[in-house]
């Protein structure tokens, strides 16, 4: 597998969410005094190897427990070894296929591909990997935390650089 593609703002060591402002996202958000729209999202942020579209969080739409976004996890890419601290993910494949590797030593997978519908339990060790060096894995991610990525960490994995 090849290693992470970065382009010149995905995110910097240790995984943190990089790209526009908090004042940014909301400027991007159509509020409807009710109904709040992100219309056309760009692709401009990342995190731990994964791009995401801009999507709706606390950030933008005032949420106080959902965040939801499209997320691309590039060719040959690997999302590090994480845990979701205390919230519920589901993801939703639109292409691609990708492998979770999984468990307290992350000696469980599951291999998904488009039209999947995965469900990750919080606190469980995961590690995501695109099983193409070709192909995109696009995904629309849902999280019962409106944070996004503040509550997520990272666990040991032999493909993480230094790990």
């Given at each position: 597998?090849?290693?992470?593609?970065?382009?010149?703002?995905?995110?910097?060591?240790?995984?943190?969410?990089?790209?526009?402002?908090?004042?940014?996202?909301?400027?991007?958000?159509?509020?409807?005094?009710?109904?709040?729209?992100?219309?056309?999202?760009?692709?401009?942020?990342?995190?731990?190897?994964?791009?995401?579209?801009?999507?709706?969080?606390?950030?933008?739409?005032?949420?106080?427990?959902?965040?939801?976004?499209?997320?691309?996890?590039?060719?040959?890419?690997?999302?590090?070894?994480?845990?979701?601290?205390?919230?519920?993910?589901?993801?939703?494949?639109?292409?691609?296929?990708v492998r979770h590797e999984f468990g307290e030593n992350l000696e469980k997978s599951m291999d998904n591909e488009a039209g999947d519908f995965?469900?990750?339990?919080?606190?469980?060790?995961?590690?995501?990997?695109?099983?193409?060096?070709?192909?995109?894995?696009?995904?629309?991610?849902?999280?019962?935390?409106?944070?996004?990525?503040?509550?997520?960490?990272?666990?040991?994995?032999?493909?993480?650089?230094?790990?």
């Open positions: 597998m090849s290693g992470i593609e970065r382009s010149a703002d995905a995110e910097p060591a240790g995984g943190h969410a990089t790209g526009s402002s908090d004042d940014e996202l909301r400027a991007r958000t159509e509020d409807g005094n009710g109904i709040l729209c992100v219309r056309n999202p760009e692709t401009h942020r990342g995190w731990n190897g994964i791009r995401y579209r801009t999507g709706m969080s606390a950030k933008n739409v005032g949420s106080n427990k959902l965040s939801m976004n499209v997320a691309t996890v590039p060719p040959g890419a690997v999302a590090y070894a994480h845990i979701h601290v205390d919230f519920e993910v589901m993801l939703f494949i639109l292409q691609g296929r995965i469900f990750i339990e919080p606190g469980v060790p995961h590690e995501v990997i695109n099983l193409s060096d070709i192909d995109p894995v696009i995904a629309v991610v849902a999280r019962s935390d409106s944070t996004e990525w503040e509550n997520i960490v990272d666990v040991p994995s032999k493909r993480r650089p230094g790990g």
